[in-house]
């Protein structure tokens, strides 16, 4: 039989773009897994997924309750859009959830990129959604090593097997 | 699976280069299951691969971050110890299963 050479991934660069709890979480938890593969590592974080690495924001991250038709009530039951925006059902819920992730031994965002970075991972905040949303260099967490601008961040795709992943 | 002779031990490997039998594990086997991969395991190393044989007999699912908070050594530590696989090459070298965590 005839063996094929494997070409494992050397080099992911991960962009996240939205700001809710599933979204910054899907991001850390591939960057955090790349890492730990030994795969070089960086995130780009843009638009409303700043709030991913934004000190006074990062780790209180929400879910949306409202429109979001995969919620579910504990059981399993299809969660009641009219209940979905009662003032606090959103707080409740996405603090429910983040409990749950810890008890899986999912770090709070500030932790985790504490983590990505341990690893050699590297943060990157996107330029023009920095200058958009007004926000300074210190208003993210110690971990973000520069603003960049997505040109900067391409010419980081600089290897063979190297791939960009949108979440 | 594959069958070796490890410092006098009959041991049996997995595809990944896992022990299929943990039990058989002695710090021999696990010096030269990181000699293989360039790595020369000293106290540090042994005091993360005797935690992980512990929590793992102990039926705890395995984390970087489980490590990171043991006290024996960092995150950061953990990564210099076992370079490009913290938790797959000192699960390796401990002699028990392929991690199965995402974190």
Request: aromatic residues 8%; charged residues 25%; proline residues 5%.
């Amino acid at each position: 039989m005839e063996k094929t050479e494997k070409k494992p991934l050397e080099k992911v660069l991960i962009i996240c773009a939205k700001g809710a709890l599933e979204d910054v979480y899907a991001s850390l938890v591939m960057a955090n897994g790349a890492v730990m593969e030994g795969i070089e590592t960086k995130m780009f974080f843009t638009f409303f997924g700043l709030d991913g690495i934004t000190k006074a924001r990062m780790d209180h991250l929400h879910t949306a309750t409202v429109g979001n038709p995969s919620l579910r009530m504990p059981g399993g039951a299809p969660f009641p859009t009219m209940l979905a925006g009662l003032p606090g059902v959103e707080s409740g819920v996405s603090s429910m959830m983040r409990k749950q992730m810890d008890g899986l031994d999912m770090p709070p965002p500030s932790e985790f990129l504490e983590m990505i970075t341990a690893g050699g991972g590297e943060i990157f905040a996107c330029k023009l959604a920095v200058e958009m949303f007004k926000m300074r260099k210190e208003d993210f967490h110690d971990e973000v090593k520069d603003i960049i601008t997505i040109g900067q961040f391409y010419e980081m795709a600089d290897g063979d097997r190297t791939q960009i992943i949108f979440t | 699976m594959e069958k070796k002779n490890i410092a006098g031990v009959e041991i049996t490997l997995t595809e990944d280069g896992y022990m299929a039998e943990s039990s058989k594990w002695n710090k021999d086997i696990a010096a030269a299951l990181a000699k293989d991969d360039g790595i020369d395991l000293g106290d540090q190393h042994y005091a993360v691969l005797d935690y992980l044989r512990k929590e793992h007999e102990a039926g705890a699912s395995l984390t970087i971050r489980k490590v990171g908070k043991s006290g024996i050594v960092d995150i950061k530590g953990l990564y210099k110890l076992f370079p490009g696989g913290p938790l797959k090459l000192s699960s390796k070298y401990a002699g028990i299963p392929k991690p199965t965590s995402c974190v």
